[in-house]
């Protein structure tokens, strides 16, 4: 049944790009929805468990009336999409990905109050990026994966920029993705994926530690060690040193575009995450042509 689909798909490459285009713009949409509900759902969760752990007594009393009056379900399936300032649920045919909004001219049905740009523009970010992965890899299994990959770094990326934050409940399950990945062939031999991924982590801990010890702040957060992980298992330990560089000049020529247009000081705290992911994509796709035109420049 796959190999029937992955032969149709590679007779008829219009299809397979509409196929790709279609379902991540329909994954751009859920990604609106966990870029905002995960961060909320981990903050309800470790309130929760704050209460449960502290003794003090107002805590306890503001425990036992949480028991009393249990808080509403909240995760991401429900409850349902609404304008977030008349509370009007969002009807199926306002919530077709970027249609949608181009229909409603950015404001809401009811109180036409504007609709950020950002939902649109993450749809479309996420088809444009999906179908670059699949135009370099093909109709393959490789393209299933990167595009998987793809989907969940862009939930993170924009996670880390709202909340200086990368999730375990998305890091983990990419790490685990890439190592399942070398163990069914799809990527570097087993062996080198579980190298790369513990000294993707270990790179940025020390570095990490040596900025602790030497400044006493904490330049970089464990995320940033996990999302390393997560490309060296993929990649291989020779891929890091492509990733940083590249993470390091994405960072900087964004970082000061962006304190230069809004004007913030230069001590203020810039996430990373975005940066790494940024550079992981991009040696996931184009790795081995960087290498070759540096190689071929040297030489």
């Not at 670059?132 to 862009?154: Q, R, S």
Request: aromatic content about 12%; proline content about 5%; overall charge negative.
């Amino acid at each position: 049944m796959i190999t029937e689909l992955i032969d149709l798909y590679q007779q008829q490459q219009w299809f397979f790009y509409l196929t790709v285009s279609l379902v991540s713009l329909a994954i751009g949409s859920f990604l609106n929805v966990v870029i905002y509900r995960l961060p909320v759902m981990m903050q309800n969760e470790w309130q929760s468990e704050c209460r449960l752990l502290l003794e003090d007594e107002l805590i306890t009393s503001a425990s036992q009336s949480d028991s009393a009056n249990p808080a509403a379900p909240f995760n991401l399936a429900v409850p349902a999409s609404t304008c977030p300032k008349c509370q009007s649920k969002i009807k199926a045919w306002q919530n077709i990905p970027v249609i949608s909004w181009l229909l409603l001219k950015g404001k809401c049905a009811n109180c036409k109050a504007p609709i950020s740009i950002r939902y649109p523009s993450i749809e479309l970010l996420t088809m444009l990026a999906s179908v670059a992965v699949a135009a370099v890899f093909g109709a393959t299994a490789t393209t299933v994966l990167y595009v998987a990959m793809t989907w969940v770094l862009i939930a993170l990326i924009f996670i880390d920029i709202d909340h200086m934050l990368l999730p375990d409940q998305l890091t983990l399950p990419l790490l685990w993705l890439a190592l399942l990945a070398s163990v069914f062939g799809l990527t570097i031999e087993p062996a080198q994926a579980i190298i790369g991924a513990a000294l993707g982590y270990l790179c940025f801990w020390s570095v990490y530690w040596l900025f602790k010890l030497a400044t006493g702040k904490e330049g970089m957060g464990y995320g940033d060690f996990k999302l390393m992980a997560v490309f060296g298992a993929l990649l291989g330990w020779q891929a890091l040193p492509m990733i940083i560089l590249l993470s390091s000049l994405v960072g900087a020529v964004i970082g000061i575009t962006l304190l230069s247009i809004q004007g913030k000081d230069k001590a203020t705290p810039i996430p990373f995450g975005p940066y790494i992911a940024i550079a992981g994509w991009i040696a996931m796709l184009w790795g081995e042509q960087i290498n070759q035109a540096y190689l071929s420049h040297l030489l």
